[in-house]
Nanobody, 123 residues
Framework: VQLVESGGGLVQPGGSLRLSCVAS????????IAWFRQAPGKEREGVSC????????YYADSVKGRFTVYRDRAKNTVILQMNSLKLEDTAVYYC?????????????????WGQGTQVTVSS
């Protein structure tokens, strides 16, 4: 059972990145998927969450209107589309999975984690 994030990188303020979370060993479609981020010296922060049914989503206030989470069921992948990036979005981004349909914002609720991908927003 493994989650792998990709798509991070260096981008200027106002730019966009698309992060992918791919699962191996299990079907993401049965899991609620969350994205968290952690900047140096700060606590891990919940960014977005998508229920397994795709019926419920959560976005942190700091990213509402700029980030979109969605699932590509055929590719067993969850995408976090990040637009209008700001300096304060700089962090390591992690995807996490928990079996079921409920949406959880606490990182302690999740059972599986990826290794993280670095997002750096800088001019």
């Amino acid at each position: 059972v493994q989650l792998v994030e990709s798509g991070g990188g260096l981008v200027q303020p106002g730019g966009s990145l698309r992060l992918s979370c791919v699962a191996s060993g299990f079907t993401l479609n049965d899991y609620t998927i969350a994205w968290f981020r952690q900047a140096p010296g700060k606590e891990r922060e919940g960014v977005s969450c998508l229920s397994s049914s795709d019926g419920s989503t959560y976005y942190a206030d700091s990213v509402k209107g700029r980030f979109t989470v969605y699932r590509d069921r055929a590719k067993n992948t969850v995408i976090l589309q990040m637009n209008s990036l700001k300096l304060e979005d700089t962090a390591v981004y992690y995807c996490a999975a928990k079996y079921g349909v409920a949406v959880y914002t606490a990182y302690t609720a999740y059972d599986y984690w990826g290794q993280g991908t670095q997002v750096t927003v800088s001019s």
